[in-house]
């Protein structure tokens, strides 16, 4: 199926080198040979085949190819030099597109600074909105819960095969990718890291309470958890505060990339799948226009809570609450959208024949409102 970033890749190729990330098996690959398409003669070179390792090492690619895509070019020590050099000397054509996985968002991490030379491009798992025409949104939404949206278990449309490819996922994940990002020597201690997390969904997690779970110190636990964002395996929502620092000093939240993987009832599920598709359309703004955008959730002293706020270009664009039955206002959400007036307040239902109104604020069927974002 035809991802919706396809055409914005292919008019960035015009400009200057284009990175595409996120998690592994999202369908870079696939993304990558379909924005080709607009060039069939282009040049395809994988790090990980012997004879296209020694092309890239030897820099011996066609020059006179209008496109050439790296993939998996970041286990190379020194990929961003060599990039940067090229790219300073040769400029475009050729066009040039390196796929991989989280590495590619480390670049600020010493050596060579590819500042102003590349646009990034992230792709996420399937949204209701990415997969529109495909089935109507209500259908889309459950098996997006009950499968995930990652290609091969989304398409696959079998709880079996999905479990067994989670299985294989993750443990790749930790086993080769982990490692060489950040090695870890108990790898099940990490395994059982990614369980815990995963049966606490939506709520605030705390560092020293896992910690004494895992018999760990809480900066092993903060520093395990930045490397699965890195790895893409997971993200953290942190509470909304006007000065920044201090926001990230309380307790986050962490939800999926991959909402099957999540250990949980259905409102866990369903609140996952909503902070997957925030956050793709957020990044997607950003990639694509250059906005500036944060993720976060609601939470005072009183305990008053909302699940989303969304805020692009210094402004909030929306409170979302998510709900899977309840078709009252939530009261934490009237009182935040009084004080904070946002552009739009919605309560998401995840069953509901149609859109209701209370004081300004919108309760809407969950899947009909994803169907509504950009990606």
């Not at 924005?35 to 040049?43: K, L, Q």
Request: net charge positive; glycine share 6%.
């Amino acid at each position: 199926m035809k991802r919706l970033q396809e055409q914005d890749i292919q008019d960035d190729l015009n400009e200057k080198m284009v990175f595409l990330s996120g998690p592994r098996q999202v369908g870079k690959t696939t993304l990558a040979r379909a924005c080709a398409a607009a060039w069939p003669s282009m040049t395809y070179l994988n790090f990980d085949a012997d004879r296209d390792r020694r092309v890239i090492l030897q820099e011996t690619w066609d020059r006179e190819s209008p496109l050439v895509i790296f993939d998996e070019v970041h286990k190379l020590k020194q990929w961003k030099r060599k990039l940067k050099g090229i790219y300073d000397t040769e400029g475009i054509p050729p066009r040039i597109l390196v796929t991989g996985s989280a590495r590619l968002t480390l670049y600020r991490r010493g050596g060579e600074s590819l500042a102003g030379r590349y646009l990034l491009h992230r792709l996420y798992p399937f949204s209701v909105r990415e997969l529109r025409g495909t089935a109507p949104p209500a259908e889309l939404l459950e098996n997006l819960l009950r499968f995930g949206g990652f290609p091969e278990p989304f398409l696959a449309q079998s709880e079996k095969r999905a479990a067994r490819w989670r299985k294989q996922h993750l443990e790749r994940i930790v086993r080769e990718d982990v490692q060489d990002l950040e090695p870890v020597r108990d790898i099940q201690t990490m395994l059982l890291l990614i369980d815990l997390l995963r049966a606490r969904v939506g709520s605030p997690i705390s560092m020293a309470s896992l910690a004494r779970d895992l018999e760990l110190s809480p900066h092993t636990v903060k520093k395990w958890i930045h490397t699965l964002e890195h790895m893409f395996v997971c993200f953290v929502v942190t509470p909304y505060h006007r000065n920044i620092a201090r926001a990230i000093l309380k307790e986050p939240k962490i939800y999926f990339f991959d909402t099957g993987a999540v250990l949980g009832d259905d409102g866990a599920r369903l609140e996952n799948t909503v902070a997957v598709s925030l956050l793709k359309h957020l990044h997607y703004l950003e990639d694509s226009a250059g906005k500036d955008v944060r993720l976060c959730y609601l939470r005072d002293k009183e305990g008053r809570e909302v699940d989303f706020m969304t805020m692009v270009d210094r402004r909030i664009e929306s409170l979302v609450e998510v709900k899977t039955g309840d078709t009252r206002c939530a009261k934490s959400l009237k009182y935040y959208h009084e004080r904070l007036q946002p552009r739009q307040s919605i309560q998401l239902v995840r069953k509901l024949s149609r859109t209701l109104s209370e004081q300004g604020i919108a309760i809407r069927p969950a899947a009909d409102w994803l169907d509504t974002l950009s990606i």
